[in-house]
């Protein structure tokens, strides 16, 4: 095979109108205005505006665009866009020029109605608002559409309430940026302008031939397989973890980098996952908001590039029953613009007082807010993976790693702590090989809020899922945290020993939530039950805590959502948890009617008539066949009963009111016999002649690419 050249120093961000470009190109009154408003979070005048939008233009000319769009990421969990092309009315003698204005930049006007609000604007009161976030910057994207200039945008009703994943995402970035200033000032850093949280996402997803997923109406309708026996061989040789990556996906994977890179997206570690067809990308952490939007982004290249190689990128949480799910690690830490990270423990962790208070801080909230961060990472398809023997459990622990939990229990225990346990050296045996210092403590991959080394890694995201909720979640309980922390602070006579009287407390307090033990297990949940840790198993049971007196408070105390917000969002998420299963429960009711039964008909007649033929033929032993029919048969009259019941049961979905109630009505009877109807089905698939089966196997799906 021959190997084409890539600069990727040339290729990285050259579709993207980043700092170099605008350096280069605006003014410098201009760049330096502009530069400001990103980094103090200033106001734009329309006049700087004019002259960024006319510059942005001219480039994405020259880069190929025809459109610019604004960009936005409304509660669909997918990006919007609307192009306008850059033309303008033609001139008299019927040219026409192309023009984009500062206010075409700053503001547009989507017709919102027809985006979810929760009940936030009635559609008579349609208009909603994308407002450029200059803090993302804008790119070139290339499609058979042309290229069209994207606008990162946050979008908002007529009234400011946001109707977005961005909106609230800012907002916390400002709750977070206030209270850990406060902190640093408090311990003395007088250089710090700004703190951000930086995240890295990683990004699992599956890969299946693009022939195969057309055959399978579940796939295509809902993301995920509703039927589907186990293949002889599943995940259980561990074969495809970091394995040898197959030179079909490999071409794909080169692909999907280089579009990555175009797009100034940091595309960085690539490999096998668990599961057979399945494979993680990960990105360079970043600040949270572009780390979003790239995210976004990634997602749809893996989408666009796999079509081009005749495959399917599938990126729900669980397409496969019984095999590995896909998740989304969002990997957080808090860096100040001096270069601190506040998660960084150094050296000596067990003298690092600011690390210990904000690691202490951290407890605090994760425990305070454990429903809400299990709440932020709810969506529908997480439901089949969380809990699982895979996917950390439902239950929000810490893993701290055994270096920081000692340190804690010899302040809890002592009242101060002495000593930090250190990494070994790891020998190999090999005398070859160098030894090497072992981090202080090792990975717990059950661990849905771990530590990891200078960040935390929340495991829980589900793999379609925008992050966006999981970090304002993140971002908006560590404030609060940080917050309660310094209003002590700045009160104290010590500092020093009210430093240390926090973190005492709050270890003390909050050392129910540190978990190192096996998430999967049995005797853990039981323990978390008994330690008062909330166990909120679906996405149903999880809504609420978005609504709860405490996060209503918290949430608008630091001005991330109002009341009225997280109302919508609530009423949002049940819709389309009750539309999701319905969708589901129809496509099984297709299938089984339009592919199933009449295979199974077909199977059992000609099982029937060769009986028949072979009973004319001689006195044979015909035990085995009968026996075939007889239980073919009998699954068939228990597919027939469920499918009967499943569609009395669809058509009531539309008659509970909407909200909780239809939530929980698809949860607690519809789902149960979606399964009802599953089982037989899939004992069936392992009695039909394969040629008979109307659909590829799980077998055929993961392990023929
Ligand atoms: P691991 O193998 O421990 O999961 P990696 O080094 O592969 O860790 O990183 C996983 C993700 O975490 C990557 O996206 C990486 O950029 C990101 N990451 C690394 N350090 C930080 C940090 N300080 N803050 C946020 N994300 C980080
Ligand atoms: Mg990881």
Same mark, same amino acid.
């Given at each position: 095979?021959?190997?084409?050249?890539?600069?990727?120093?040339?290729?990285?961000?050259?579709?993207?109108?980043?700092?170099?470009?605008?350096?280069?190109?605006?003014?410098?009154?201009?760049?330096?205005?502009?530069?400001?408003?990103?980094?103090?979070?200033?106001?734009?005048?329309?006049?700087?505006?004019?002259?960024?939008?006319?510059?942005?233009?001219?480039?994405?000319?020259?880069?190929?665009?025809?459109?610019?769009?604004?960009?936005?990421?409304?509660?669909?969990?997918?990006?919007?866009?609307?192009?306008?092309?850059?033309?303008?009315?033609?001139?008299?003698?019927?040219?026409?020029?192309?023009?984009?204005?500062?206010?075409?930049?700053?503001?547009?006007?989507?017709?919102?109605?027809?985006?979810?609000?929760?009940?936030?604007?009635?559609?008579?009161?349609?208009?909603?608002?994308?407002?450029?976030?200059?803090?993302?910057?804008?790119?070139?994207?290339?499609?058979?559409?042309?290229?069209?200039?994207?606008?990162?945008?946050?979008?908002?009703?007529?009234?400011?309430?946001?109707?977005?994943?961005?909106?609230?995402?800012?907002?916390?970035?400002?709750?977070?940026?206030?209270?850990?200033?406060?902190?640093?000032?408090?311990?003395?850093?007088?250089?710090?302008?700004?703190?951000?949280?930086?995240?890295?996402?990683?990004?699992?997803?599956?890969?299946?031939?693009?022939?195969?997923?057309?055959?399978?109406?579940?796939?295509?309708?809902?993301?995920?397989?509703?039927?589907?026996?186990?293949?002889?061989?599943?995940?259980?040789?561990?074969?495809?973890?970091?394995?040898?990556?197959?030179?079909?996906?490999?071409?794909?994977?080169?692909?999907?980098?280089?579009?990555?890179?175009?797009?100034?997206?940091?595309?960085?570690?690539?490999?096998?996952?668990?599961?057979?067809?399945?494979?993680?990308?990960?990105?360079?952490?970043?600040?949270?908001?572009?780390?979003?939007?790239?995210?976004?982004?990634?997602?749809?290249?893996?989408?666009?590039?796999?079509?081009?190689?005749?495959?399917?990128?599938?990126?729900?949480?669980?397409?496969?029953?019984?095999?590995?799910?896909?998740?989304?690690?969002?990997?957080?830490?808090?860096?100040? $613009?001096?270069?601190?990270? #506040?998660?960084?423990? +150094?050296?000596?962790? *067990?003298?690092? @007082?600011?690390? &210990? %208070?904000?690691?202490?801080?951290?407890?605090?909230?994760?425990?305070?807010?454990?429903?809400?961060?299990r709440?932020?990472a709810a969506?529908?398809?997480n439901d089949?993976?969380l809990g699982g023997?895979?996917a950390p459990p439902v239950i929000i622990?810490?893993?701290?790693?055994?270096?920081?939990? $000692?340190?804690?229990?010899? #302040?809890?225990?002592? +009242?101060?702590?002495? *000593?930090?346990? @250190?990494?070994? &050296? %790891?020998?190999?045996?090999?005398?070859?090989?160098?030894?090497?210092?072992?981090?202080?403590?090792?990975?717990?991959?059950?661990?849905p809020?771990?530590?990891?080394?200078?960040?935390?890694?929340?495991?829980m995201?589900?793999?379609?899922?925008?992050?966006?909720?999981?970090?304002?979640?993140?971002?908006?309980?560590?404030?609060?945290?940080?917050?309660?922390?310094?209003?002590?602070?700045? @009160?104290?006579?010590?500092?020093?020993?009210?430093?240390?009287?926090?973190?005492?407390?709050?270890?003390?307090?909050?050392?129910?939530?540190?978990?190192?033990?096996?998430g999967?297990?049995?005797?853990?949940q039981?323990?978390a039950?008994?330690?008062?840790?909330p166990n909120l198993p679906t996405?149903?049971d999880a809504?609420?805590?978005?609504?709860?007196?405490?996060?209503?408070?918290?949430?608008?105390?630091?001005?991330?959502?109002?009341?009225?917000?997280?109302?919508?969002?609530?009423?949002?998420?049940?819709?389309?948890?009750?539309?999701?299963?319905?969708?589901?429960?129809?496509?099984?009711?297709?299938?089984?009617?339009?592919?199933?039964?009449?295979?199974?008909?077909?199977?059992?007649?000609?099982?029937?008539?060769?009986?028949?033929?072979?009973?004319?033929?001689?006195?044979?032993?015909?035990?085995?066949?009968?026996?075939?029919?007889?239980?073919?048969?009998?699954?068939?009259?228990?597919?027939?009963?469920?499918?009967?019941?499943?569609?009395?049961?669809?058509?009531?979905?539309?008659?509970?009111?909407?909200?909780?109630?239809?939530?929980?009505?698809?949860?607690?009877?519809?789902?149960?016999?979606?399964?009802?109807?599953?089982?037989?089905?899939?004992?069936?698939?392992?009695?039909?002649?394969?040629?008979?089966?109307?659909?590829?196997?799980?077998?055929?799906?993961?392990?023929?690419?």
């Open positions: 095979m021959s190997e084409e050249y890539i600069d990727v120093k040339e290729l990285f961000g050259c579709d993207v109108f980043n700092d170099a470009v605008m350096h280069e190109r605006l003014p410098k009154k201009v760049y330096q205005e502009l530069k400001e408003t990103i980094k103090e979070g200033k106001e734009l005048s329309l006049e700087i505006a004019d002259v960024v939008a006319h510059e942005m233009k001219e480039w994405a000319i020259e880069k190929g665009a025809t459109h610019y769009s604004h960009w936005f990421q409304p509660l669909t969990g997918v990006t919007a866009e609307k192009h306008d092309a850059f033309i303008s009315a033609p001139m008299e003698d019927g040219r026409v020029l192309m023009s984009f204005s500062g206010k075409e930049l700053i503001k547009g006007e989507p017709d919102a109605s027809s985006f979810p609000s929760g009940g936030l604007r009635a559609t008579f009161e349609a208009r909603g608002y994308t407002a450029w976030d200059p803090t993302s910057p804008a790119f070139v994207r290339h499609d058979p559409a042309g290229g069209i200039l994207c606008i990162p945008t946050a979008f908002c009703s007529y009234t400011g309430e946001a109707l977005d994943q961005k909106t609230p995402l800012l907002r916390s970035m400002e709750a977070i940026n206030k209270q850990a200033l406060r902190l640093l000032r408090l311990f003395g850093n007088t250089t710090a302008k700004r703190v951000t949280p930086s995240v890295g996402a990683e990004q699992e997803y599956f890969l299946v031939d693009k022939q195969k997923w057309l055959q399978r109406k579940d796939l295509i309708y809902t993301g995920r397989t509703l039927f589907g026996a186990m293949p002889p061989k599943g995940q259980e040789m561990d074969d495809h973890y970091f394995g040898t990556i197959r030179q079909r996906v490999s071409a794909y994977m080169k692909e999907v980098n280089e579009e990555c890179w175009r797009l100034g997206i940091t595309a960085k570690t690539q490999h096998n996952e668990v599961a057979p067809a399945q494979h993680e990308l990960a990105p360079i952490y970043a600040p949270v908001n572009i780390a979003q939007d790239h995210n976004q982004l990634m997602m749809r290249i893996l989408k666009k590039v796999a079509s081009r190689h005749g495959m399917r990128c599938l990126l729900h949480e669980k397409p496969f029953a019984g095999v590995n799910g896909s998740g989304k690690h969002n990997n957080w830490s808090l860096t100040s $613009d001096d270069g601190i990270n #506040l998660l960084d423990p +150094g050296k000596r962790p *067990h003298e690092n @007082k600011l690390f &210990l %208070l904000v690691l202490a801080c951290i407890l605090k909230a994760v425990d305070e807010h454990a429903d809400l961060l709440a932020s969506d529908v398809g089949q993976r023997n895979e622990s810490v893993f701290l790693g055994e270096q920081l939990e $000692d340190i804690f229990n010899q #302040l809890i225990n002592d +009242g101060t702590a002495t *000593h930090s346990i @250190k990494g070994e &050296l %790891l020998e190999t045996g090999v005398k070859t090989l160098p030894d090497f210092r072992k981090d202080a403590t090792d990975r717990n991959r059950t661990s809020f771990a530590f990891t080394g200078n960040k935390f890694e929340f495991r995201v589900g793999s379609q899922d925008s992050i966006s909720t999981c970090n304002v979640v993140l971002n908006t309980i560590t404030a609060e945290a940080f917050k309660e922390a310094c209003d002590r602070l700045e @009160k104290a006579e010590d500092f020093d020993k009210e430093v240390m009287d926090i973190i005492r407390e709050y270890a003390t307090e909050h050392k129910r939530i540190i978990f190192s033990g096996n999967y297990s049995k005797e853990w039981e323990e039950v008994r330690l008062g840790l996405m149903v809504i609420p805590a978005f609504v709860s007196d405490k996060a209503v408070r918290m949430f608008e105390e630091f001005g991330v959502f109002s009341k009225v917000e997280l109302e919508s969002r609530a009423e949002i998420m049940y819709e389309i948890y009750a539309k999701a299963i319905n969708i589901e429960a129809r496509t099984m009711i297709d299938m089984a009617t339009k592919q199933i039964i009449p295979a199974v008909i077909k199977y059992t007649t000609v099982l029937a008539e060769s009986i028949n033929q072979v009973r004319a033929a001689g006195d044979f032993d015909i035990s085995v066949q009968e026996k075939l029919l007889s239980k073919a048969s009998s699954k068939l009259t228990e597919v027939y009963r469920a499918l009967s019941v499943l569609k009395k049961s669809t058509q009531e979905i539309q008659n509970k009111p909407e909200g909780p109630e239809r939530a929980r009505f698809c949860l607690d009877n519809v789902i149960p016999v979606m399964n009802e109807l599953r089982r037989p089905v899939d004992e069936l698939e392992m009695i039909v002649d394969k040629e008979m089966w109307p659909m590829p196997s799980y077998g055929d799906l993961i392990f023929e690419l």
